[in-house]
């Protein structure tokens, strides 16, 4: 049985949100930490590597469907 999620993470300065979804969560966010600073991604450039939240999915259409969902939401 395969797992998915969906993350959300933030900088430092908790100022900006990256939403995203993968296969394993451990290693995507060491991604994003050893990315901080580079210019390539958006949560490179906003330095984007503190885990906020996080959902586990067993199907990843349910991740992907997540993701957007919380996408569209209002950040207010």
Do not use: W
């Not at 993968?22 to 958006?42: A, M, P, W, Y």
């Amino acid at each position: 049985m395969s797992n998915y999620f969906t993350y959300i993470i933030t900088n430092p300065a908790k100022t900006v949100l990256y939403i995203g979804m993968t296969n394993d969560l451990e290693q995507r966010i060491v991604e994003h930490f050893l990315s901080r600073g580079t210019q390539r991604s958006f949560a490179g450039k906003h330095y984007c590597y503190f885990l906020l939240h996080f959902e586990r999915f067993l199907n990843p259409i349910d991740a992907i469907d997540r993701e957007k969902e919380i996408k569209r939401m209002s950040r207010i």
